[in-house]
């Protein structure tokens, strides 16, 4: 069985950094894709940071470029996401997920079908 959990979210202020980690479990980590999502109140889910397992390719949503940071560690089948800089906008739900997907469309949720069940990120202004 596929679980995602993730974990390292809060609350922290306009500027500040949180990592948020997603420990993986119940099928080959290394063959898969795994991509950080958002939902902020009132909106619709939309990718943020993905990573290739098997090469390690990245891939990040304009909005998050050069502030946050997606990594990988094989060897703990976790993934984490680094934010920096944050900007009360990117309050949220972040969702991670997984799936054997094509690296280049990895930032678009319908290609998913295992999810993690959230955890908030809110930074206030």
């Known amino acids: 069985e596929v679980q995602l959990v993730e974990s390292g979210g809060g609350l922290v202020e306009a500027g500040g950094s949180l990592r948020l980690s997603c420990a993986a479990s119940g099928f080959t980590f290394d063959d898969y894709v795994i991509g950080w999502f958002r939902q902020a109140p009132g909106k619709g889910r939309e990718g943020v940071a993905c990573i290739s397992n098997s090469d390690g390719s990245t891939y990040y949503a304009d909005s998050v470029k050069g502030r946050f940071t997606i990594s990988s560690d094989n060897a703990k089948n976790t993934v984490y996401l680094q934010m920096n800089s944050l900007k009360p906008e990117d309050t949220a739900i972040y969702y991670c997920?997984?799936?054997?997907?094509?690296?280049?469309?990895?930032?678009?949720?319908?290609?998913?079908?295992?999810w993690g069940q959230g955890i908030q990120v809110t930074v206030s202004s």
């Open positions: 997920a997984t799936d054997p997907v094509n690296s280049p469309l990895c930032l678009l949720p319908y290609e998913y079908d295992y």
